[in-house]
């Protein structure tokens, strides 16, 4: 029977523990031995750090005084040996930076030119690098190397840190601060660093880099002798680091050349010793110096991605060529396509020479969805109906372009694509035309299946001449019915022609034949359809309406590309036959251009075709046509938002302008905002808005005599009154222009201010000196004070979702809610304005933002929401301390918010004593005993200078609001 113990694995406790750092130091040939093994443990950078650490730890005398590490015969060995096994990595500082902190790093380089005796007494730029050593020559180049990498790092967003516990914490704070201050250092030396290395790079020479054996003895120092490292390997490496510090300096120039370089010499080294690139930045670094240099790149792009990327950096071009190479291979991120999409169709907004390779990644993305089993976006399933017949077969071609050999999955899901797109398509000859270019890709089964599903077939319009067909009366009643039902769903306006003649040829009782009661028409133009229904004739009457009708729908639902084609087909049926109507059609195309421009608010530059046909309808009144008043609301609006300010306060005198409210209140905007900024006072045309925006709210109270002689009072609307307050709303609704919404805002919160008569409760706004301080000529008439208030909340909420970063809309907003009771929504606006206007609290907010009022008001936010600590905090901030409040709120007992978490926020020294006197009272050790570290802080003490106590309370208020935003925000 065998042993067990012979069969057991060996135990963990069993297996050879890793050598322990002062091994080394009693058998300094252990070091060679330990790293030469397979994964040694612990590694080479672990033991630096080890014997940095035991090199450099300092003792406590008899008085308790710290004293310096001593440098005696031990440290001086620790430190060699630190030396050899960073020789062993072969001064990799890529490895040694990877598992190196800073400190640890500087610790080592600086005793690496200790040894290599470098001069001390003199500047590292004053020392000729040709007449010193090899080994000195290369302390210097590491050392300075390692420099100028820490300063380009240190610029890279990092990962925070996390928090330590309260014991951990003044250790924390002292190992920032050394960290900061050696950064410090190396930041003043960097012109030194760069001087170093460009004479490096000058000096073209090879050197060696001191081994393990060249480090000698810890008592004699370095000699002689190493790895023998060629110029090109030590200049690339030297050029590339310089380079990046070029790059981050901005000098792109210089960055270039170094890089350049760089990348000629790396191609020719074979294995280097010094040089350790990552090739793959160096081509990044090259490409974006010859973009922001505006030199076509010379790194040949490694993958499809990168061709991609290359072709958007040169405005886009052969990019159709590569997405169309990718719906094969699959090399591009789908997110990554998606962008481009966006990205060009944002462009293209602005330039219309971008709107074919827009369209044309629209289909390759499309493809490369079908391909890759997705569904296709919703978005290119709109965009179907308006691809052009070239667009078309684009789309086909790609579609051949796509699909695998023999791939019948895919093929599978492509004959399902091209029958969704012919779905959405419009036009029998268009797709018929189509579907003929699909031979090579469809087989004769798919396409006849296609052409029978999708392809109506064809019925020639009949010329209506008053007879009736000859069919039994239940089949044209069917027929009928079908028609009907076909008239309803199209929009395509031959269609709607050929139907109505068809329609109008089956009419039992007379020629006017009318399915047309789905739609609502303007009651204007129905009786202008009426009176001219014997001038254009029957069948031209009901295609008309019906265009209208379908015109207005598609408007209604944004479909503005079908609504236009409706409206134009309309100009073209009625050019020869009445003016009047055609007027009419003309003025719903106007109207739905200016509500597409509206729509977009993408900031395109508005065509000047569109304002001078708004100003030719204006100043031209046609007799007898109907105009809808939508159409001088969205042109009076029209104009203020392109800012044809002067246009509108000349307009004053033209007929049907003071007649027409929209367009007179209008140009009352257009009067006070083209002087401002520079308006401050009270001017007449400020009186003359004032006037029209009260009548809006105004009940008028007027007085006759009774039979008594005794005056009466009566009460009735305002009979003047110019617009009501619902119609009034909708059009600032329509106002974009910032300076018009900024205005109208400060009107309706000076009136709301009059009506509210309370000072603790008034509402800021940016004109505040233009307005009147009473309601003036409406001083007897009843305003409407909830009205007010209503419109005022519509407006913030309208001007706020065109821009949601304006301070001065945030702070009114907070302001309406204040007065409103609403605490928690007010404290919100508060901190988003002043959030907006300090990048997230990272400056000072400015004082016209977050005045004492505002301090005032979001400590009376916190009090009503029982959160006491913050109104404790928030009562430093006034210019006077407000210790009574704060001493009151610190007494409760119930507190809504975290309480002693918020105390890190106080920089008061009275306040913070005060919480001190209060804890201990009650008996709170651990609560006191927070508030006496906080009091511990060097930056809190009050000997220091104005200066240092300044910036330390900046910190904490910056802090403090970034906190309440993640609890209010």
Request: charged fraction near 20%; glycine fraction near 4%.
């Amino acid at each position: 029977m065998s042993d067990p113990d012979v069969e057991r694995p060996p135990s963990r406790s069993q297996s050879p523990l890793p050598p322990a750092w002062f091994e080394f130091l009693l058998d300094p040939s252990l070091l060679c031995k330990h790293l030469s093994s397979e994964n040694p443990d612990p590694s080479a950078s672990q033991l630096i750090v080890q014997f940095l650490d035991q090199a450099t730890r300092t003792t406590v005398n008899d008085q308790n005084q710290i004293q310096p590490p001593a440098d005696n015969k031990r440290n001086r060995a620790l430190r060699h040996l630190a030396l050899q096994a960073a020789a062993f990595l072969r001064w990799d500082l890529n490895q040694l930076e990877a598992s190196l902190s800073n400190h640890h790093t500087n610790l080592l380089l600086n005793e690496l030119l200790r040894v290599a005796r470098s001069p001390t007494d003199v500047k590292h730029t004053d020392i000729d690098l040709a007449s010193i050593p090899d080994y000195t020559t290369v302390a210097l180049v590491l050392y300075h190397r390692w420099a100028i990498r820490v300063v380009v790092s240190s610029s890279f967003p990092v990962k925070p840190v996390r928090t330590f516990p309260n014991n951990m914490l003044g250790n924390s704070q002292a190992a920032s601060e050394l960290a900061e201050a050696l950064l410090k250092v190396l930041r003043d030396q960097l012109p030194d660093s760069v001087c170093i290395l460009e004479n490096c790079v000058a000096l073209g020479r090879p050197l060696h880099l001191p081994s393990v054996e060249s480090l000698g003895d810890p008592e004699e120092g370095v000699h002689e002798g190493g790895l023998l490292v060629s110029a090109e390997d030590i200049t690339c490496q030297v050029q590339y680091d310089l380079g990046t510090l070029y790059f981050h300096q901005h000098e792109y120039q210089k960055a270039l050349k170094a890089f350049t370089s760089s990348y000629q010499l790396i191609k020719e080294l074979r294995d280097p010793i010094f040089c350790k690139i990552d090739t793959s930045k160096l081509d990044g670094y090259l490409s974006a110096c010859q973009g922001l240099a505006g030199i076509a790149p010379s790194v040949k792009p490694a993958s499809l991605f990168d061709e991609v990327e290359q072709s958007r950096k040169n405005n886009y071009q052969g990019v159709v060529d590569l997405l169309v190479r990718d719906n094969l291979t699959a090399q591009v991120p789908t997110s990554y396509r998606h962008f481009l999409q966006q990205e060009l169709e944002k462009k293209t907004r602005k330039e219309d020479r971008l709107q074919e390779t827009w369209l044309q990644v629209c289909c390759c993305n499309a493809v490369c969805d079908v391909v890759q089993g997705r569904p296709v976006q919703p978005s290119f399933t709109h965009l179907i109906p308006h691809l052009s017949q070239d667009m078309v077969h684009f789309l086909l071609k790609v579609c051949k372009q796509s699909i695998h050999g023999r791939d019948q999955r895919q093929h599978s899901r492509m004959v399902d694509f091209i029958g969704h797109v012919f779905r959405h398509m419009g036009g029998s000859v268009v797709l018929e035309s189509v579907l003929e270019t699909s031979r090579d890709l469809l087989t004769a089964q798919e396409l006849e299946s296609i052409r029978k599903q999708y392809i109506p077939q064809q019925t020639a319009i009949p010329t209506y001449t008053g007879e009736r067909p000859q069919t039994s009366i239940g089949s044209r009643q069917q027929q009928q019915s079908d028609l009907e039902q076909a008239l309803m769903q199209t929009l395509n306006p031959k269609t709607i022609q050929r139907l109505v003649i068809e329609l109008h040829g089956m009419a039992t009782d007379s020629a006017y034949c009318v399915p047309f009661h789905k739609w609502e028409m303007p009651r204007d133009y129905v009786l202008f359809l009426r009176d001219h229904h014997n001038t254009v004739g029957s069948v031209t009457h009901d295609v008309m309406y019906l265009i209208l009708a379908k015109a207005l729908h598609c408007s209604a639902m944004e479909d503005f590309p079908a609504a236009r084609t409706l409206l134009s087909h309309g100009v073209e049926q009625v050019r020869a036959l009445s003016f009047r109507l055609g007027a009419i059609v003309h003025n719903e195309l106007l109207l739905l251009d200016i509500t597409a421009h509206a729509r977009r608010g993408d900031g395109r530059k508005v065509s000047q075709d569109l304002v001078q046909r708004v100003k030719n309808q204006l100043s031209t009144r046609i007799p007898d046509v109907p105009v809808r008043k939508e159409l001088y609301e969205n042109m009076a609006a029209f104009l203020l938002n392109i800012r044809e300010f002067e246009y509108l306060f000349q307009s004053r005198n033209t007929v049907g302008v003071y007649k027409n409210s929209y367009l007179w209140l209008s140009h009352l905007i257009a009067s006070v905002s083209k002087d401002l900024p520079m308006l401050k006072s009270f001017r007449q045309p400020g009186r003359e808005l004032w006037d029209f925006v009260v009548s809006v709210f105004s009940d008028s109270t007027q007085y006759k005599r009774g039979n008594d002689g005794k005056a009466m009072a009566m009460q009735r609307d305002l009979a003047a009154a110019p617009l009501t307050r619902t119609e009034f709303l909708d059009f600032l609704k329509n106002i974009q222009d910032p300076v018009c919404l900024s205005l109208m805002i400060s009107c309706l919160a000076k009136v709301l201010n009059i009506l509210q008569d309370d000072s603790n409760k008034d509402i800021s706004n940016d004109y505040a000196a233009l307005w009147p301080q009473g309601l003036g000529n409406h001083k007897n008439a009843t305003v409407s004070k909830d009205s007010v208030t209503l419109v005022l909340r519509e407006l913030l909420g309208h001007a706020l979702s065109i821009n949601p970063g304006r301070p001065s809309w945030l702070k009114t907003q907070a302001d309406l809610n204040y007065a409103a009771g609403q605490f928690s929504a007010a404290l919100q606006f508060y901190l988003q304005a002043g959030m907006v206007c300090s990048d997230y609290f990272t400056h000072q907010v400015p004082k016209g933002v977050y005045d004492e009022q505002v301090y005032k008001r979001m400590i009376k936010c916190c009090k009503e929401l029982q959160c006491h600590t913050h109104v404790a905090v928030l009562c430093q901030f006034l210019k006077e301390v407000d210790y009574s409040t704060a001493f009151k709120v610190l007494q409760e007992r119930n507190s809504y918010d975290a309480m002693d978490e918020y105390y890190d926020y106080f920089w008061d020294v009275d306040i913070l004593e005060y919480l001190v006197n209060i804890h201990t009272k009650k008996g709170e050790l651990d609560k006191r005993q927070a508030v006496l570290h906080v009091l511990g802080q060097q930056e809190l003490n009050s000997s220091n200078s104005e200066d240092v106590l300044i910036r330390a309370a900046n910190a904490r208020k910056s802090r403090f609001f970034r906190t309440l935003c993640k609890l209010y925000v």
